[in-house]
């Protein structure tokens, strides 16, 4: 969710995947106990504070993707990690409950059409934004 500080409240929200671990990535299996690491080739998610920096190309979803710094120590190794915010077709615009979200390698992905909507929102802020990762 996009939360706006100055209205109090949620101004965007949408679905996002988080890493499959030791799992095959696009499934669903850690979709009630997911698991996170700040370590490289784990295929995890890490929680923590990220500053949402450049905007690049992305293989994936709308080819948009932004790179993310760790600054805590749970997530630290993001940038050698490339973990960035990216869209993938897998992830849907609807709930999908009870089944979970195809699982990525570690980076937070979105649905390309919520993508199109972060991507307006991050290019247009002329201060940095902060993305965090909670359980």
Not at 9 to 37: A, M, Y
Not at 66 to 91: C, M, P
């Amino acid at each position: 969710m996009v939360w706006s500080f100055n209205e109090n409240k949620i101004s965007q929200q949408g679905l996002v995947t988080h890493g499959c671990g030791n799992n095959g990535w696009s499934g669903d299996n850690t979709r009630t106990s997911p698991e996170f690491s700040n370590t490289c080739d784990s295929h995890c998610s890490s929680l923590g504070k990220y500053k949402v920096a450049e905007r690049g190309y992305s293989q994936w979803g709308i080819n948009i993707k932004y790179l993310l710094y760790g600054l805590d120590s749970s997530n630290s190794n993001a940038l050698k990690r490339t973990i960035v915010l990216h869209s993938w077709e897998a992830v849907t615009d609807e709930e999908i409950f009870p089944n979970g979200s195809a699982e990525s390698w570690g980076c937070p992905a979105v649905s390309n059409n919520y993508m199109l909507k972060l991507d307006e929102l991050l290019k247009a802020s002329d201060k940095p934004l902060l993305l965090w990762i909670i359980n």
